[in-house]
């Protein structure tokens, strides 16, 4: 027998480990610095880390009183409704959930190209079709309503807006994915270029914000426009902030007026009883958090000053920076030991995309950067 035809799907290319990468170059990962998957210098939160010990003496038992503490923990933060928050494994997980929440066979989404390769692959599994939208390296990577609209499928011919028909086909994508702030750019859209988004999409189609970066923006969430309408849904994740992208731990906050999808299409405790606790602690570490933003804003700043590269101005815990040939830049540096995103997957084969570090580490990676480019 065979698997269903899946020769339109592509495979998710991850950032290398330091393991892999050590063992090819015969170093020691702890002689490694590893900025290639946006991960957290400082490691998980201390706090998360006890949580962890003691809950694993409780793995036996499903995550019933915990899954349903961090929701509400999350809804009060948030200050919406418990139903409104989706736990999940991941944001990746979130994106699964809302695709399938939405998503009619053979019905189309959105996609940012450049951008992250999960909201085309979520939506092919779940029998969706896939558009893009071009984010345009010539006009320096910017985001507006434009950059979206120009490529929105659910306009009239010579008509700026889209038609508005009730019902399912209004002929526009069923989802649109914005990705604020931007992974690889580090760029962000506004919360108005946002709102025009959802105001001149159709009625049936969902924004879905994804700010797996947020924390590190200076710029306000959408979720303040989820309580005012019912087609957009954020993304949040533990992944990158809280550093616990190994326990896999996000969460969407949806409208009230669909909330309760979530229980026909989640899978029986979404998130685990670990990383239910691990989440539940972080969100009171607020020195860990907060040391991790203040570091990045630092090393943001640092790579835009010292690097003998062109940079983006960004809004997330990476910078991307024009090196030429990425991919032999990135294998040159890797040999001395600094790892980081060659971007060719992105479509971006003259940039890499550096994960803010340490400062010892980002002077490191900054230091090694612009020896590979002066030879
Ligand atoms: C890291 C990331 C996510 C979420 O990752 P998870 O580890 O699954 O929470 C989502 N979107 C973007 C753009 C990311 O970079």
Redesign the pocket.
Known sequence: MEPRDLSSHTVYQAGRGIEEVARDLGLDPDDLVKLAS?ENPFGPSPAAVEAIREAAGSANSYPKASHADLTEKLADRWSVAPEQVWLAN???GVLDYLARAMLEPGEAVLVPDPG?AYYGMSARYHHGEVQEYQISKADDFALAAETVLDDYEGRESGDSRPRRTSGKSDGGERIVYL?SPH?PTGKRFDLDAVAEIADRTGEETLVVV?E?YGEFADGPSAVELVGERDDVAV?R?F??VYGL?GV?L?YGIVPEAWADAYTRVSTPFAASEIACRAGLAALDDDDHARKTVETAEWAREYLYENLDAPTWESHGNFVLAEVGDASEVADELQRRGVIVRDCTSFGLPECVRITCGTEAETKRAVAELNEVLAS
């Open positions: 946006n991941g944001g990746d992250f990705t992974n994804d797996a993304l994740t992944s990158k992208a896999r996000g």
